[in-house]
Antibody
């Protein structure tokens, strides 16, 4: 079973860049899709986008297109979510999750990475 | 404003059966299976129901899903204190471009 381990909490200032990671526990990672989900403080879940690490096929949810970049390095079974210029409104918990197909609900989730953006 | 509408809260007593609704449209619930997630406080979401009414290994059969036209429901029978959590419905939506999955706003279930 693929387990997903996310990088640790981050505290950043507005305007700074950031890249958080989601590492899969085995080579099977490259045969699954990895999705990113945002949860702002006290709010619900939002799908951000999805990537297939095997060939880096990436799709974004309309609300997040152009706001973040999703990438992956299949050689180290790791997916990434990055920002070039953070805003205070990016403060949230970010989860990665695994799906066997782009049309199948993700079933394995990482523990989450808390990103705090404050001046 | 979520594309899928859920009541913000629900409650029940231990042993009771509760139902949580998820209302959508032809482009989402009317076209695709509805999935349900449980999020316990301070933890990552957990898949409860997928592909109409399938349960991942380890999810008790007290949880069941149903769908009719453009609405779906999650039913929890024999309510237990550990069921106190926020529940989200999720599916795809044909009206969106790109990655077209959507969540409901979530329903916080309180076990009285």
């Amino acid at each position: 079973e693929v387990q997903l381990v996310q990088s640790g909490a981050e505290v950043k200032k507005p305007g700074e860049s950031l890249k958080i990671s989601c590492k899969g526990s085995e080579n099977g990672f490259n045969n699954y899709w990895i999705v990113w989900v945002r949860q702002m403080p006290g709010k619900g879940l939002e799908w951000m986008g999805i990537i297939y690490p095997g060939d880096s096929d990436t799709r974004y949810s309309p609300s997040f297109e152009g706001q973040v970049t999703i990438s992956a390095d299949k050689s180290i079974t790791t997916a990434y979510l990055q920002w070039s210029s953070l805003k205070a409104s990016d403060t949230a918990m970010y989860y990665c999750a695994r799906s066997s197909h782009i049309v199948v609900a993700p079933d394995q989730w990482g523990q989450g990475t808390l990103v705090t953006v404050s001046s | 404003q979520s594309v899928l509408t859920q009541p913000p809260s629900a409650s029940g007593t231990p042993g009771q059966r509760v139902s949580i609704s998820c209302s959508g449209s032809r482009s989402n619930i009317g076209s695709y299976p509805v999935n349900w997630y449980q999020q316990l406080p301070g933890t990552a979401p957990k898949l409860l129901i997928y592909n109409r009414n399938q349960r991942p290994s380890g999810v008790p059969d007290r949880f069941s899903g149903s769908k009719s036209a453009t609405s779906a429901s999650l039913a929890i029978s024999g309510l237990q204190s550990e069921d106190e959590a926020t529940y989200y419905c999720a599916t795809r939506d044909d009206s969106l471009n790109g990655f077209n999955w959507v969540f409901g706003g979530g329903t916080k279930l309180t076990v009285l």
